[in-house]
């Protein structure tokens, strides 16, 4: 199970940072990922980290502005999203690979933020 | 980046019908393709990875089929809980990309 939090509505340029809690497996073993959806649009992926946190990948819309972490001692995967722009609205999911093909297997129910001054 | 191009955006059918979507890659991804249901108030469901391999308990009446640019999904007949939207998503290359989505509505 993948419990997301720390969402909120914020002003343009302020930070947030989202909480993914995990529950049921290894969160060690797996990689992770964050996919955003804005209301009424499509599905975009928006970082990636490795099992071990050795790798991280970005969107390039986020690159600079948001960072990827994880603490596999405390099952929770982490988004640091600083300098936020209205179009940064979005549900935030968290999402667990699976752990040889690599495709999404278990999204969570999200988190809404709000970028709004 | 690899663009994902689904289609049709919306469609209408009737219970029963046999439904078919497709997703074009602007690049070779292999096979690394999957598919997503989403209902309303929901995060999407995974049906399909590796092109054609179903998650489990998924329903038999999804298939999908391709590889290198051209894949599809297909309900081979249609029930009521089926509708929904419909992702794809190339998983082969970073940054991952998902398709525009194909809105399956009743007729």
């Known amino acids: 199970q993948l419990v997301e939090s720390g969402g909120g509505v914020v002003q343009p340029g302020r930070s947030l940072r989202l909480s993914c809690a995990a529950s049921?497996?290894?969160?060690?073993?797996?990689?992770m990922h964050w996919v955003r959806q804005a209301p009424g649009k499509g599905l975009e992926w928006v970082a990636v980290?490795?099992?071990?946190?050795?790798?991280?990948y970005y969107a390039d819309f986020v690159k600079g502005r948001f960072t990827i972490s994880r603490d596999n001692s405390k099952n929770t995967l982490s988004l640091q999203m600083n300098s936020l722009r209205p179009e940064d609205t979005a549900l935030y999911y968290c999402?667990?690979?699976?752990?040889?093909?690599?495709?999404?297997?278990?999204w969570g129910q999200g988190t809404m933020v709000t970028v709004s001054s | 980046d690899i663009q994902m191009t689904q289609s049709p955006s919306s469609l209408s059918a009737s219970l029963g019908d046999r439904v078919t979507i497709t997703c074009r890659a602007s690049?070779?991804?292999?096979?690394?393709l999957a598919w997503f249901q989403q209902k309303p108030g929901n995060p999407p469901k995974p049906l399909i990875y590796?092109?054609?391999s179903l998650h489990s308990g998924v329903p038999s009446r999804f298939s999908g089929s391709g590889s290198g640019t051209d894949f599809t999904l297909t309900i081979s007949s249609l029930q009521p809980e089926d509708f929904a939207t419909y992702y794809c998503?190339?998983?082969?290359?970073?940054?991952?990309?998902f398709g525009g989505g194909t809105k399956v509505e009743i007729k």
């Open positions: 999402v667990r690979e699976t752990m040889v093909l690599h495709a999404f297997e278990i």
């Open positions: 049921g497996f290894t969160f060690s073993a797996f990689t």
């Open positions: 980290i490795s099992f071990d946190a050795g790798k991280t």
């Open positions: 690049k070779g991804i292999i096979n690394n």
């Open positions: 590796a092109a054609s």
């Open positions: 998503q190339q998983y082969n290359t970073y940054p991952l990309t």
